[in-house]
């Protein structure tokens, strides 16, 4: 039994056989040997290596005879690799010493080998990298491993293990079969990790180095909760997780009663509860846990899960699905928050050393008017279905809103003059998720309807700490004081405004954290479908005053350590039911 600990991301708790995936997304053919087998494993190796070696040097000869010297070489450069000593020192150590097989050993060491490549500046040698999974492939073949087999062809229940995880793919798990992952790598406010929750995957990210260890048919936990996984479980330690997660069944459905009774607190204030979703059919998911509205649709996930790029059609489609089932209910869409960790069909950006403080999001749109106006033209002709409403993301400076706003304008003037059926009158609102436009909320406020604080992006922005970094995770907490004063420095903006104010970062869905957020004068919540019941019942056992005692505590505290800890502790005190032990 092996116990590692990563960063918790999507709670819960799955059981299952391992898959391990290789880079590109594939099953790897995975197992370690015997230690009396090794040698013979690398004899193996060395039969294909040579028998890889003959086929190149038979193509270079026959290419440059063909199409000259300069073409063959690409079969030249291509044996140099092959016969590197640096690479067969590290295979003969993966098969001697760790036992891998030589298939699994193979595929780590040169897909290890492309990455290094891919990642220096110069493009020549990042072309290499192809050269190198090609001689993975023939490798593969020469021994003999089970042709490689996409994900999307599981039949049978897994956890799947893999070194990263992107939120593309892992929009495209298969939730039938996909019961938990885990990754090396992978920071808390990842996509991948809000992904994770949209889909009800327990997931823990950001493990570093251990799929090595792994043999062949692992038993896997993840518990998604505290952040483990175990390979291998002994018995005992089996038996406690079928326990726990019973008794989190038992929860669940325990605040599934809670449905149709509103999020309301002990003193009778009503709190809006709305629902985060990535994809239309979340809509019963969050119509299920008695959403108030939908509060965030991350409507760039059609990019992200879908094969073409999607027409004007394909967001009219998907925009007047969710507003129908909604049925009256308000629904936020976001317009497209594309680029750093979310990338679409074809590069709308060329390569960026720092992709989160470059071409992304609004920025993006903006530059993109091909992919820009079609979303819009397709949101103000779904509202005719239902209450919409308009939300841009990453706003930094005035002048990106009223562009944004200038071409909603636009393209309802376009609609009008086609005679095509729209509503131009939706209200609009923006994320304040950059601590620039928190700054200066007095003035976006005056051109705007409504606000929603995206915590995930303001925390990142505001402690200069990468959301997806496994690295830096611990500094990533949107508890920490500065990002709470920036919180607090908007919401008094907003109320003196009148401008409704809402929080739809992943930190309205951690209930300690988000009787805080009532305490700082936050009436409207949304978070993810499947964690908005114990939200509702934090809200449902607490009183405002009480918020309000624990929001001056906490602003009293220098460090988000002590805020989580007071936070968890008054929980403890005030919504015991909701602490699974
Ligand atoms: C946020 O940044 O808090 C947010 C809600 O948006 P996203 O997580 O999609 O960046
Ligand atoms: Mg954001």
Redesign the pocket.
Known sequence: MVELQGIPVSPGVAIGPALVLDADGYRIPRCLVAAEDAESEYARLRTAVDAVSAHLETSRLETTAVAGEETGDIFAAQLQMLHDPRLHSELRRRIKDQLQSAPYAVTRVLHHYASALRRLSNPVLADRAEDVLDIEKQLLMQLGAVAKQPLSELSEPVIVLSHVLTPSETANLDRRYVRGFCTETGGAGG?TS?VAKGLEIPAVVGIGAFMDGIGAASQVIVDGDRGKVIIDPDKATLESYEQRAQRRRSLTARLAELRDLPAETVDGTRIRLSANIEFPYETAAALERGADGIG?Y?TEFLYLSSQQEPSEEDHYEAYSQVVREMNGRPVVIRTL?LGADKMGHRPLAEHEHNPFLGLRSIRLSLRNLDVFRPQLRAVLRAAVHGDIRLMFPLITTIGELRQARMLLNVVAEDLKDSGIAHRSDIPVGMMV?VPAAVVMLEHFVREVDFLSI????LAQYTLAVDRSNEYVADLYQSSDPAVLRLIKQSVTVADKNEIPISV??EMSSNPGRALLLLGLGVRHLSVPPSLLPRVKKAIRSVSIQQCKEIAQRVMTLEAARDVDLYLLDRLGDLVPELIVK
Do not use: S, Y
Request: aromatic residues 0%.
């Open positions: 996509h809000i965030l991350r928050d998720e995206g915590t995930n992006d739809c970062g």
